[in-house]
């Protein structure tokens, strides 16, 4: 099964009165590039969410976000009660230290800097303390990556293929080159003694023509860049049905491909090899398009 390296994920988190979104995005790199963007708090847990993603996806620019926001039902005017214990040990201590009379009421409490905050400010001071939201930020995250995995199946999936029917398009112009190839010396054979003929009322030199034809058939044999053809698109073919990254590995066999059709271009000496040439290099680059997006 072939992965395209473009997806997205996402999962709604609630937990510690806060609702938390993670989104997973990915695109097309030639390496495994993980960018994190979430709230300066959880910057502790980033390396163990980052080996997650990892241990999941092998190519591709992903991009986690993390945003969150405070619940509706836990919004609202809490008291911190570490702030006010400070005011009160305050007071003990200029009493003791100064001899100072006097209590706080709790009118006069309820006044300090600190004491009265909002939900949202009193969650910042305590509950991203707490280490589950290790935990939690990873179960949200594997939902989220699920996601997008199955997002980068479906469309691995349709280009996978796409590539199959291009690389029987290969194969057929590949079978045309493997009939057309003999008759490349026999043609020029006929067109040569013909020539020679129409040129030149001297004896005919049977030996030397000889000569002559088994240069040009030893200039123009394609029959090993036909084999190894054969042999790069059956690769091809069979890394399309395996379950693992083939990106790079088809991405080396386009070009090996490409290398092999070039030189049959250098050695064809007949239009009708040169025309399937450039109908196989065309394919090769819609092929090569396609497989940047395979991770």
Known sequence: MSFSMTGYGQYLLSYGGYKVQL??????HRYCEVVFRMP???????????????????????????????????????????MAASYLEASRELESSFGMKGNLTISEMLQLPGVLVSSEEMSNLTVFEDENWETALQEGLA????????????EGSHLAADLKSRILSLQAHHAAMVQLAPAVV??????????????????????????EIAIFADRSNIDEELTRLSSHMAQCEELLTVREPIGRKLDFLIQEMNREVNTIGTKAHHLGLVNLVFEMKAELEKIREQAANLE
Do not use: C
């Not at 980052?50 to 836990?74: C, H, N, W, Y």
């Not at 939902?143 to 479906?154: H, K, P």
């Not at 006929?190 to 049977?206: H, M, N």
């Open 143 to 154: 939902l989220a990556l699920d996601e997008l995995l199955d997002m980068r199946s479906r």
């Open 40 to 82: 300066r708090e959880w910057s502790r847990f980033e390396d163990g969410l980052r080996r997650m993603v990892q241990r999941k996806l092998a190519r591709g620019r992903i991009d986690v976000f993390i945003t969150r926001e405070l619940d509706d039902s836990s919004r609202g005017t809490v008291l911190n009660k570490q």
């Open 186 to 211: 026999t043609e020029y054979r006929s067109k040569l003694r013909q020539r020679l003929t129409e040129i030149s009322d001297a004896p005919f030199d049977e030996h030397r023509f000889g000569m």
């Open 23 to 28: 989104e997973v995005k990915s695109v097309n």
